[in-house]
């Protein structure tokens, strides 16, 4: 008798804990797929490197999104009355969620990251435009002269534009790839910076894991801790501008050091030792 009340005790525990999760995919109504205009390719999740490391489903019965569902973001529903209790509200403040994504972006460091690229994009796309343009007019004058030109000399010239061609256009192709190397290593500093205020905001929050929600599939809004991180990281980082030049001037020290080491140094280099004095004759 005692061994069937304990079941039936297991089960309606079992039964509370299954009713009070509002999220389970099971219990979730799917629905057709939306429809998507012709010729676009079909949206995927994002897939963007330098992190800290689907599409949507409709929302329970009863629940409303919070905002309209995003590429690569987990659909958020607004919980119900009494929805987390026990074990579940424990469950529940053990896991939080982040946008990286929004915390580039949307902090200072993003938005002055993004506003130098944009400035440093446009100055790069003004060079090569004056380059073109200063191409086609020494070709457009060697056209031209090449009726007065013996084909010895017209040769030659042709040769030397060539050259020219090929040379400025690896000068823009360096521009280009240096300016994309300069934003891949604004965002890694960043997310390396990160790391430990997100961990922080963690621990105030009592969590024991933080999930990037690009892999989430629907999550109570309450677990979403974008904006305090990104608050959090505004106050301890700033727009780091200071870490940027930290890291400059680390680099730059760096090379430094070592083109010093491949060149010996005169005052370090022992003085060179006279050699034995020759015999005189007798």
Do not use: C, H, K
Not at 135 to 159: C, G, N, Q, W
């Amino acid at each position: 008798m005692g061994r069937s009340a304990g079941q039936a005790g297991g089960v309606l525990v079992l039964a509370a804990l299954l009713g009070a999760a509002p999220v389970l995919a099971q219990d979730l109504p799917l629905s057709p797929p939306m429809p998507q205009a012709p010729g676009l390719p079909a949206a995927s999740p994002a897939t963007e490197g330098n992190g800290l490391a689907g599409p949507g489903l409709p929302p329970a019965s009863g629940a409303q999104p919070t905002r309209p569902v995003q590429d690569g973001a987990p659909l958020r529903v607004a919980p119900s009355a009494g929805s987390l209790d026990g074990a579940v509200q424990a469950l529940g403040r053990a896991v939080l969620t982040v946008d990286q994504e929004a915390m580039y972006r949307q902090s200072r460091w993003g938005l002055r990251a993004q506003a130098e690229l944009a400035a440093q994009s446009r100055q790069v796309a003004a060079d090569n435009d004056r380059a073109f343009a200063d191409l086609v007019a020494d070709e457009d004058a060697l056209t031209a002269a090449r009726a007065t030109l013996s084909p010895e000399e017209f040769r030659a010239r042709a040769a030397r534009f060539d050259e020219r061609v090929v040379a400025v256009r690896a000068e823009r192709q360096a521009a280009l790839e240096a300016l994309t190397q300069t934003a891949e290593r604004d965002r890694a500093l960043f997310f390396q910076a990160a790391a430990p205020v997100l961990g922080r905001v963690m621990a105030a929050r009592g969590a024991l894991v933080v999930l990037d929600q690009r892999t989430v599939l629907i999550a109570d809004e309450r677990i979403d801790a974008t904006a305090a991180t990104i608050a959090a990281l505004d106050a301890e980082l700033g727009d780091g501008r200071e870490i940027i030049a930290a890291d400059r001037a680390q680099t730059e020290a760096g090379a430094g050091a070592a083109e010093g080491r491949g060149t010996p140094d005169p005052a370090g280099s022992p003085a060179p030792q006279p050699g034995p004095e020759p015999q005189g004759s007798p």
